[in-house]
């Protein structure tokens, strides 16, 4: 009787775990819980290939804005479809980007090298005339010091007799008249002296409109990019104009068609490292404005890869 009941038993719970299962399968699968705290990958048409608005506007410049265009469409069709599978027009897509961005950073490292060529030039330069300058007035001063006080203690001990009076009173007035000299002799000096006849780049000369030297042109893009207004600063003035603006309030420059400012801007973009006119002060000028150029030269190449960048995600 005991064996009856258990084989019974058995049956039963064979029946209801028989039924549980049917139930779930007629229901359907039970669905996952989402876990909150889980990040879900963007997809290719709302992430890949977003851009600042001045990588957009490099884009545009360099002609690589209709491809990333066509490159979205075919990455936000692929999202829709199943496998991503990259296709012949993809790759072609791809590879004409990439060169475009690689020719034109390559043209802004064009330009960047002569900025910083022509900025060594400038530096040697005005580490030369420092030396010389600093070297010639050291001795004017110690002719300036041997002159004047020596002939000053012949000319006072002359006067101590009437006799040599008259002759202490000359060597006096001599002393005086050959330290003047020296003086104004230094003060000529402190212009530099002499310096090596080196012929300097100009690659400040494009932004004044002045003809450049032929290692200071700017390659079309780049100079179409320094043309350009810059996005998203409120501003309608180009990024040569906003230079030019920031020279002017440094007081690098003044009103641009002013006799000074034409002489000052001839100095600027001299390639005649020998002008005597070409002094430290203006030296020091030149130096400070090319580093200006570069640093929005730079920012071109910024955007430059946040292109690739897009393209890698």
Known sequence: MAAEMKGALFLLACFLMLSAVCSAQENGPVATPVNPNSVEAPSPQHGRFKASSNASEVARIIGVDPDIARLSELAAAENLNSGPTTSLEELTLRQRITEGVMVASLDVDSVLGEIDYEREQVVELRSILRARRDRAIGSTNVA??????????????????????????????????????????????????????????????????????????????????????????????????????????????????????????????????????????????????????????????????????????
């Open 144 to 313: 300036v010091l041997a002159a004047g006080t020596g002939l000053g203690i012949v000319g006072s001990l002359l006067q101590f007799t009437k006799t040599t009076s008259d002759a202490g009173n000359a060597v006096g007035f001599a002393a005086g008249g050959i330290s003047t000299a020296f003086s104004l002799h230094g003060f000529r000096q402190v212009h530099g002296g002499r310096r090596p006849g080196w012929v300097l780049p100009n690659t400040l000369a494009a932004f004044f409109g002045r003809q450049e030297d032929q290692h200071s042109y700017y390659p079309e893009d780049v100079w179409v990019y320094l043309s350009s207004v810059p996005m998203g600063e409120g501003t309608q003035a180009s990024r040569r104009q906003l230079l030019l603006d920031s020279w002017r309030e440094a007081h690098r420059l003044g009103v641009l068609d002013s006799p000074q400012s034409k002489q000052r801007i001839a100095l600027l973009t001299s390639t005649d490292a020998a002008d005597k006119k070409l002094n430290i002060d203006v030296l020091n000028q030149r130096a400070a404005m090319l580093a200006d150029v570069a640093d929005q030269v730079v920012q071109m190449k910024q955007d430059l890869a946040e292109i690739l960048r897009g393209l890698r995600r």
